[in-house]
């Protein structure tokens, strides 16, 4: 019984020169989850967007429904809100866009985390070029209340598509123990600029809401695109190989000596 058991662990730990070291497994394995979760959520996103453009656009109670629900935000601007307004805007201007993006590229860096620095590159490029291509591609006309108009070309708007890459962005490039906190405050910022548009009367609520998913399209695209930076490192450079060990024998019970003879 001895011998056989010995006899399997040695057969378990010899493997054959091409086999492929099990510790690696999980980290590739890992690798091509995220990418397939990255483009689950790129699909999720994007299926949202053509839903609201097709419910905004082509279904007349939720046109109407939609000229209501700006009509309700205008209501609320005063002349101090409306300079609330303009001033959060203004930090989504391009020049200020460009700066959260270095800022944000500089931190992945200095995390060492290179593919994250590369996604955010993307993802930030990516974002107000598609928003700005969509916007005269899928132009309609929106009813209107109180004789207030708003562009045709406003979906989905830019400004929301800016603010939703920007918070998603930092959320990927955040060290996770402050994620939480720093969701919170991106949910904010995010929900914050959705109302200063709609007060100020520059987009729909339907252009807002497809920002916002625009945003999750072009963030998720950009990972799936690059992968993840952990597998294997926490750090994010690329893991080292490991070395696998080499088999060990298997031990075999010593061979029974005979008993000495007593004199």
């Not at 500089?106 to 985390?113: D, F, G, K, Q, T």
């Not at 929106?142 to 939703?164: C, E, K, L, M, Q």
Request: net charge positive; hydrophobic share 55%.
């Amino acid at each position: 019984m001895a011998s056989h058991a010995g006899t399997g662990r040695a057969r378990s730990s010899a493997r054959s020169p091409g086999a492929a070291d099990p510790a690696h497994r999980p980290a590739g394995l890992e690798g091509r989850r995220d990418r397939a979760t990255a483009l689950l959520l790129a699909a999720a996103c994007a299926t949202g967007m053509a839903a609201t453009w097709a419910l905004a656009a082509l279904v007349p109670a939720l046109k109407l429904r939609d000229a209501i629900a700006l009509q309700d935000f205008v209501n609320l601007g005063t002349p101090r809100v409306e300079e609330v307004a303009n001033g959060l805007l203004h930090l989504l201007d391009p020049a200020v866009y460009v700066l959260w993006a270095l800022l944000l590229v500089a931190a992945a860096l200095v995390r060492r985390r290179p593919r994250a620095a590369l996604a955010v590159v993307l993802a930030l490029a990516l974002a107000p070029a598609l928003a700005e291509a969509l916007k005269p591609l899928l132009a309609h006309s929106h009813d209107s209340v109180d004789w207030r108009w708003v562009n045709p070309a406003s979906w989905p708007s830019g400004h929301a598509t800016a603010a939703s890459t920007l918070v998603l962005c930092a959320l990927l490039v955040a060290p996770r123990r402050l994620r939480p906190a720093l969701a919170a405050l991106s949910c904010a910022f995010v929900v914050a600029v959705g109302c200063a548009l709609l007060i100020l009367a520059w987009h729909m609520p339907s252009d807002v809401l497809g920002g916002y998913l625009l945003g999750g399209v072009c963030v998720s695209l950009a990972v799936a695109i690059t992968g993840p930076d952990r597998p294997g490192s926490p750090a994010g450079w690329p893991a080292r190989p490991r070395v696998p060990r080499a088999p060990t024998a298997a031990r075999t019970p010593p061979a029974a000596r005979p008993p000495h003879a007593r004199g």
